[in-house]
């Protein structure tokens, strides 16, 4: 009798074990099949020798912004000088306390506030239009400086990227321009599982947030508005259906090979008490 239940019972774990290895075939077939083929970078884009103007649009300043701004005079009497308006800026937070990066934190209003002339309206102007606006300022307060001329620059540009590519996290631009295409290149290129075709980006414009869908394989890049990026912009690559069916074609084998070694254990255990 207790010959004939191990008998039994070996039939089926045997059973079970060929019904598991059966099933697995195919996830395995379609894991060796061909894959479709994936988008390479402007894949729509042809040679060609026309020629366009590349247009770069000047960024617009924002909230959390680090800016360098040094003001210039012609003039060289000292009791004309330019040096208090060069005073070290206050980005560490406090009045016009020193700090490492020497730069003028745009702050929760916009505002900078500026030795000599205090504060003064940034977020939303050009560089230009913010130089404009703090010599509007010093004249109205000392005419006397001899052709004051002013350079702003931004000090802490930077850039996030997140999901499928080669390195996530934030990218430091040393320029004060960059695209899409140098961006993901910076975070090591979009990985085998990337979806090149809807990038997405995240853009903070005028206090609203919005995102923008970007297709890298097509000839239209050029002329999306996020090509060329801003400052605090986040890129994010979603995975494609190809990585979701892997992971899913992992975790079955996995849990396959887990069944398949729990069933030829209790074999081995059978065949020991026959």
Same mark, same amino acid.
Not at 100 to 120: C, E, Q, T, W
Not at 140 to 158: C, G, H, T, W
Not at 175 to 201: M, P, R, S
């Given at each position: 009798?207790?010959?004939? &239940?191990?008998? !039994?019972?070996?039939? /089926?774990?045997?059973?079970?074990?060929?019904?598991?290895?059966?099933?697995?075939? *195919?996830?395995?077939?379609?894991?060796?099949?061909?894959?479709? =083929?994936?988008?390479?970078?402007?894949?729509? $884009?042809?040679?060609?020798?026309?020629?366009?103007?590349?247009?770069? *649009?000047?960024? =617009?300043?924002?909230? +959390?912004?680090?800016?360098?701004?040094?003001?210039?005079?012609?003039?060289?009497?000292?009791?004309?000088?330019?040096? *208090?308006? +060069? %005073?070290?800026?206050?980005?560490?937070?406090?009045?016009?306390?020193?700090?490492?990066?020497?730069?003028?934190?745009?702050?929760?209003?916009?505002?900078?506030?500026?030795?000599?002339?205090?504060?003064?309206?940034?977020?939303?102007?050009? &560089?230009?239009?913010?130089?404009?606006?703090?010599?509007?300022?010093?004249?109205?307060?000392?005419?006397?400086?001899?052709? *004051?001329? !002013?350079?702003? &620059?931004?000090?802490? %540009?930077?850039?996030?990227?997140?999901? #499928?590519?080669?390195?996530?996290?934030? !990218?430091?631009?040393?320029?004060?321009?960059?695209? @899409?295409?140098?961006? @993901?290149? %910076?975070?090591?290129? $979009?990985?085998?599982?990337?979806?090149?075709?809807?990038?997405?980006?995240?853009?903070?414009?005028?206090?609203?947030? #919005?995102?923008?869908? /970007?297709? %890298?394989?097509?000839?239209?890049?050029?002329?999306?508005?996020?090509?060329?990026?801003?400052? +605090?912009?986040?890129?994010?690559?979603?995975?494609?259906?190809?990585?979701?069916?892997?992971?899913?074609?992992?975790?079955?084998? =996995?849990?396959?090979?887990?069944?398949?070694? /729990?069933?030829?254990?209790?074999?081995?255990?059978?065949?020991?008490?026959?």
């Amino acid at each position: 009798m207790a010959k004939r &239940r191990t008998v !039994i019972l070996k039939e /089926v774990f045997m059973k079970l074990f060929r019904f598991l290895l059966f099933l697995s075939f *195919p996830f395995y077939f379609i894991s060796c099949g061909t894959q479709k =083929r994936i988008p390479n970078y402007l894949q729509q $884009v042809s040679d060609t020798t026309r020629t366009a103007a590349v247009l770069y *649009p000047e960024l =617009r300043i924002q909230k +959390n912004d680090i800016l360098g701004i040094q003001v210039y005079s012609a003039s060289t009497k000292r009791e004309i000088s330019d040096m *208090p308006y +060069n %005073l070290p800026g206050s980005a560490a937070g406090g009045p016009d306390g020193a700090s490492a990066s020497n730069g003028f934190l745009v702050d929760a209003r916009g505002d900078i506030d500026y030795p000599m002339i205090g504060k003064v309206h940034a977020e939303g102007l050009t &560089r230009q239009e913010l130089g404009d606006s703090i010599l509007r300022k010093i004249n109205e307060k000392d005419s006397v400086l001899a052709n *004051p001329s !002013i350079i702003i &620059r931004f000090q802490n %540009l930077r850039i996030t990227v997140l999901g #499928e590519v080669g390195r996530q996290g934030v !990218i430091q631009i040393p320029g004060e321009k960059v695209n @899409i295409l140098e961006a @993901i290149g %910076l975070a090591g290129g $979009v990985t085998d599982f990337g979806l090149k075709q809807a990038v997405k980006v995240v853009r903070e414009s005028n206090g609203k947030r #919005e995102v923008g869908i /970007v297709d %890298l394989s097509s000839g239209d890049l050029f002329t999306s508005p996020y090509y060329n990026l801003q400052q +605090n912009d986040m890129i994010l690559v979603d995975p494609s259906i190809r990585k979701a069916k892997k992971t899913e074609q992992e975790a079955f084998f =996995r849990q396959a090979g887990f069944v398949l070694s /729990v069933i030829t254990a209790m074999a081995v255990v059978v065949r020991l008490f026959q």
